[in-house]
């Protein structure tokens, strides 16, 4: 069961334009939330994360938007460059969901493919 | 921060041999983590790699075929057993950071690709 949604597995954007990728959630549990980008032969950077008792995140170009009751976050990315080409992971994390420790698990999205053209 | 080595970066094997996976952490981790992406699929956890005490593994996942070791706080192995085509995937391990109550980051490293033929 897929508790972390991301619908569109692909996004294109043309350059300077905005990016909007999403994500949804089914577990009400999940209280934090981290957005990654992974590049082809590499594994996954850690790009952004928000925690439920924000709404916004803000670091430089990349922002991320949570929408609690609607169980809906979205990373933004002003102005796209070519270089933000990448898959983007979206993964949530709950402590109701530890798996023996305080820490819970991270589960991922399928993740989107977003392309920047010039 | 973390720093994770994981080789091989690819490999291509015969059905029915095996592969050993490594990651090797710039620094002591209490636990590290194993996941598989399958082509078009999430990230999903095969297991956690505890030093000292035997790997936890998730539903679907058993230590037959994803025999792990920890013998430090900065290595761990999984291995892939008996493979089959159906074990081609990416194969990463990552370690996690957090506040005592919250995963709030984790690192990965650069990912194995396995192709089974």
């Known amino acids: 069961d897929q508790q972390v949604k991301q619908n569109s597995p692909s996004l294109s954007v043309q350059e300077g334009r905005i990016s909007i990728l999403n994500c949804d959630y089914t577990?009400?549990?999940?209280?934090?939330f981290l957005w990654y980008k992974k590049y082809p032969a590499e594994g996954p950077t850690f790009l952004i994360s928000i925690s439920s008792i924000k709404d916004k995140n803000e670091d430089g170009r990349f922002t991320v938007f949570l929408n609690k009751s609607a169980k809906h976050l979205s990373l933004h990315i002003v102005p796209s460059q070519p270089g933000d080409s990448a898959v983007y992971f979206c993964a949530a994390s709950g402590g109701g969901l530890g798996r023996g420790s305080t820490l819970g698990r991270l589960y991922f999205g399928r993740g989107t493919q977003l392309t920047v053209w010039p | 921060s973390a720093v994770i080595s994981q080789k091989p970066s690819r490999d291509i094997c015969q059905r029915g041999t095996s592969l050993t996976i490594q990651c090797q952490v710039d620094s002591q981790v209490t636990m590290m983590f194993w996941y598989r992406q399958q082509p078009g699929q999430s990230l999903t956890l095969i297991a956690t790699?505890?030093?000292?005490?035997?790997?936890?593994?998730e539903s679907g996942f058993v230590i037959d075929k994803f025999p792990i070791s920890r013998p430090n706080l900065t290595f761990s192995t999984l291995t892939v057993s008996n493979m089959s085509p159906e074990d081609s995937s990416i194969y990463l391990c990552s370690v996690e950071t957090g506040d005592g109550k919250w995963v709030t980051e984790a690192f990965f490293g650069q990912g194995t690709r396995l192709t089974v033929v």
């Open positions: 577990n009400s549990m999940f209280d934090y």
């Open positions: 790699a505890n030093q000292g005490s035997e790997a936890t593994y």
